[in-house]
Nanobody, 123 residues
Framework: QVQLVESGGGLVQAGGSLRLSCAASGRTISSYDMAWFRQAPGKEREFVAAIRWSGATIYNADAMKGRFTISRDNAKNTVYLQMSSLKPEDSAVYYC????????????????WGQGTQVTVSS
């Protein structure tokens, strides 16, 4: 089994940056497909970005507008989400997810999930 733990969330002013981390334990995730989702109160969970084991990436371009970057460091068994030019609309709980055999933009594509980390962007 794989355990995923997110960190790096917090309070930041509009226009600022944050780097979220997703640390995996129990198994190496070098061959896993990984993703980030987010969910604001009262709204559906939204796809942010995904990174394949090969390093290929996909983004929710309409929502993210090129401001977010997903990356991974297999030596540290960690996945990152670099966020810049943050807006109050980006405030949400951000979740890390992973799967051994598939990737995509749907919640059902991923088997393993972290507990989430809160990001709050103030004006």
């Amino acid at each position: 089994q794989v355990q995923l733990v997110e960190s790096g969330g917090g309070l930041v002013q509009a226009g600022g940056s944050l780097r979220l981390s997703c640390a995996a334990s129990g198994r190496t995730i070098s061959s896993y497909d990984m993703a980030w989702f987010r969910q604001a109160p009262g709204k559906e969970r939204e796809f942010v970005a995904a990174i394949r084991w090969s390093g290929a990436t996909i983004y929710n371009a309409d929502a993210m507008k090129g401001r977010f970057t997903i990356s991974r460091d297999n030596a540290k068994n960690t996945v990152y989400l670099q966020m810049s030019s943050l807006k109050p609309e980006d405030s949400a709980v951000y979740y890390c997810a992973g799967d051994r055999s598939r990737w995509g933009s749907r919640q059902s594509d991923y088997e393993y999930w972290g507990q989430g980390t809160q990001v709050t962007v103030s004006s």
